[in-house]
C-alpha cells in the first residue's frame, strides 16, 4: 500500500518546491561564449547525496517526505546519483521517487552546461554576428534605451511578429532564458511578448512561448506546438493556458533529449515554475527569436527585450548558422 499514491504525491512535493533547486554556476560573461567547468561545485557532498537516496525507501514515510524535499534543494549535483537509482534501486518507491526527482530538476535548469552565453540589451542593442532585426518594422520602432531594447508596433495594421533573430544554431540538451517588460496595450486589446524556435526539420517543428497582456486582466502564458500537416502549419498542442502576472518577467525553455519544459519567472517573483511541457524531438534548433506579438489591427504594442542567456550541454552547442551544415530550411515562418 506504500506506493499506491506515490506518484501523486511526488508530482504535488516537486511542484511544491518548483524554483528552489541550485541552478549551476553563473557566468558574468556579458556578450561572450564561455566553457563551463567540467566539474560543478557540489550543493552536498556525494556520501550526504547517498544518504538521502537510500531514505527515498525508508519504511517512515516523513523520513521519504524530508529526504525528497533535501534533494530537491540540493539540484543537479544530485541528478545523476538519482539517475542511477531511478533505474537500479530495488525499492519500487525508491525508483519512483528518484525518476519524478529527476524530471523535476531537469525542468527548472539545465544543470550540466558545457557553454553559457549571455547578452544584455540594455548595453548593446544588437550584436552584428549574434542577432539581427526581422518582420515588418521600420528603423524608427526600435530603440536603444538603458532599460532595453524597444520595441513598438503601430496600431493601424497587424504586421505579424517582429523583433530579433539569434543568428546561432543551438544543438543538444539547452536552456534558454529571456528577459521582457510588456507595456499595458490600450482598450480593447491585447499585446504580447513571444519566445519562439524551430528545429531542423522538414516539418518545421517549432514551439511559440506567449506571454499575453489583456487590458482588463486575464494574462497568461500560451504555448503553441507547430508541425507541417499535408503543407499546412498545425498546432498540435492543446495545453491551455497558464494565469501571468505583472508586465515584466522572464521565460526559459529547456530542452532535455526530447522533451522541452516551458517556465516562467513573473514580476518581482523570486522563482521559475513551470506552466507547459511538450515533446519537440532532439533535432538542432535552426532558428530562435524574440518578438513583439500583435494579436490584430487597433492596438499597439510595446515590449523591451532585455537580456538573453542560452545554456548547453555540449561543447559545440551554439555554432553560427553560416557554419552550420545541417540546415534544410532557412524559412522563418510567422506562425
Given at each position: 500500500m506504500r506506493t499506491?499514491?506515490?506518484?501523486?504525491?511526488?508530482?504535488?512535493?516537486?511542484?511544491?518546491?518548483?524554483?528552489?533547486?541550485?541552478?549551476?554556476?553563473?557566468?558574468?560573461s556579458g556578450d561572450k561564449k564561455v566553457s563551463a567547468p567540467e566539474t560543478k561545485e557540489k550543493a552536498a557532498d556525494e556520501k550526504t547525496i547517498r544518504a538521502l537516496i537510500a531514505d527515498l525507501s525508508d519504511e517512515a514515510f516523513e523520513k521519504r517526505?524530508?529526504?525528497?524535499?533535501?534533494?530537491?534543494?540540493i539540484g543537479g549535483p544530485a541528478i545523476e546519483l538519482l539517475r542511477k537509482a531511478a533505474k537500479e534501486s530495488a525499492d519500487l518507491e525508491g525508483r519512483e521517487r528518484a525518476g519524478v526527482l529527476v524530471i523535476a530538476l531537469q525542468e527548472l535548469g539545465l544543470h550540466s552546461f558545457r557553454v553559457d552565453y549571455h547578452h544584455s540589451f540594455?548595453?548593446?542593442?544588437?550584436?552584428?554576428?549574434?542577432?539581427?532585426?526581422?518582420?515588418?518594422?521600420?528603423?524608427q520602432a526600435v530603440?536603444?534605451?538603458?532599460?532595453?531594447?524597444?520595441?513598438t508596433l503601430p496600431a493601424e495594421k497587424n504586421i505579424g511578429p517582429n523583433g530579433v533573430c539569434a543568428d546561432f544554431l543551438i544543438k543538444g540538451d539547452f536552456e534558454i532564458t529571456v528577459g521582457y517588460e510588456l507595456v499595458a496595450p490600450t482598450p480593447p486589446g491585447r499585446s504580447g511578448f513571444e519566445l519562439y524556435i524551430m528545429t531542423d526539420t522538414t516539418t518545421m517543428e517549432a514551439i511559440a512561448f506567449e506571454r499575453i497582456l489583456r487590458n482588463g486582466g486575464n494574462d497568461a502564458y500560451h504555448c503553441t506546438r507547430m508541425t507541417t500537416i499535408d503543407g499546412a502549419r498545425r498546432n498540435i498542442y492543446g495545453g491551455g493556458e497558464a494565469p501571468g502576472r505583472g508586465?515584466?518577467?522572464?521565460?526559459?525553455?529547456?530542452?532535455?533529449?526530447?522533451?522541452?519544459?516551458?517556465?516562467?519567472?513573473d514580476e518581482n517573483g523570486d522563482d521559475f515554475r513551470v506552466v507547459h511541457r511538450v515533446e519537440i524531438g532532439e533535432e538542432p534548433?535552426?532558428?530562435?527569436?524574440?518578438?513583439?506579438?500583435?494579436?490584430?489591427?487597433?492596438t499597439p504594442v510595446d515590449v523591451r527585450l532585455i537580456?538573453?542567456?542560452?545554456?548547453?550541454?555540449?561543447?559545440?552547442?551554439?555554432?553560427?548558422?553560416?557554419e552550420a551544415k545541417t540546415i534544410k530550411n532557412r524559412k522563418k515562418p510567422r506562425d
Open positions: 499506491r499514491f506515490v506518484t501523486i504525491l511526488l508530482l504535488h512535493s516537486a511542484s511544491l518546491h518548483a524554483g528552489v533547486f541550485a541552478q549551476g554556476p553563473s557566468f558574468n517526505e524530508k529526504a525528497n524535499e533535501k534533494l530537491l534543494r540594455r548595453k548593446q542593442a544588437v550584436l552584428d554576428k549574434k542577432f539581427e532585426l526581422f518582420g515588418l518594422i521600420s528603423p530603440k536603444t534605451e538603458p532599460e532595453g531594447l524597444r520595441i508586465k515584466a518577467g522572464q521565460m526559459r525553455m529547456i530542452r532535455v533529449g526530447s522533451r522541452a519544459a516551458l517556465s516562467v519567472k534548433l535552426k532558428l530562435v527569436r524574440f518578438a513583439a506579438l500583435p494579436y490584430g489591427t487597433g537580456d538573453v542567456r542560452v545554456r548547453g550541454a555540449d561543447a559545440d552547442a551554439i555554432q553560427p548558422l553560416s
